[in-house]
C-alpha cells in the first residue's frame, strides 16, 4: 500500500514565509509615514474651505452690505466657516487685509503642516 502525503513539507512552508517576509519587506515603507501627508492634506482641505467661504462672503456683501461679515484681518476668515470656528487644532497667521483686495493668508493645522489661502478685504 502506498501512503498519501497530508500537510506541506517544511520546505514548502519555509518559502511561503520568505515570500510573505519579501512582500511585507517592500510594502511597509510605503505605509510608515501617512501621517504627515494625512495632516497637509486636511490642512489644504481646510484652507480651501476658508477661500470659498471667503469668496462667498464677499459676493453676499458686496450685494447687500447688511450680509455677510466685514474682513480686515486674515484671522476674520474664521468667522466665515460654517459653525464660525476654526475645526479644533488649525490656526491662522494674523495679518492686515485692505478692502476690495486679495490677501494670500496661511493656515497652520496638525503636526505644523501649513497651507495658504486666500481672502478678499471688504468693509
Keep these: 500500500m502506498q501512503r498519501r502525503q497530508a500537510g506541506f513539507t517544511l520546505i514548502e512552508l519555509v518559502m511561503v514565509i520568505v515570500i510573505i517576509g519579501v512582500l511585507a519587506a517592500v510594502a511597509l515603507p510605503k505605509f510608515y509615514n ?9 490642512t489644504q482641505g481646510v484652507a480651501g474651505a476658508l477661500s470659498s467661504a471667503a469668496a462667498t462672503n464677499y459676493a453676499a456683501r458686496k450685494a447687500n452690505s447688511a450680509n455677510g461679515t466685514a474682513v480686515d484681518n486674515c484671522n476674520d476668515a474664521a468667522a466665515l466657516l460654517q459653525g464660525g470656528v476654526l475645526p479644533a487644532g ?27 489661502f486666500t481672502i478678499i478685504g471688504i468693509n
Excluded at 501617512?34 to 486636511?42: G, R
Excluded at 488649525?90 to 492686515?96: G, Q, R
Design 34 to 42: 501617512l501621517n504627515t501627508e494625512a495632516n497637509a492634506a486636511a
Design 90 to 116: 488649525y490656526s491662522i497667521a494674523a495679518a492686515a487685509v485692505t478692502a476690495e483686495n486679495n490677501a494670500t493668508c496661511v493656515l497652520t493645522g496638525p503636526g505644523s503642516a501649513s497651507a495658504p
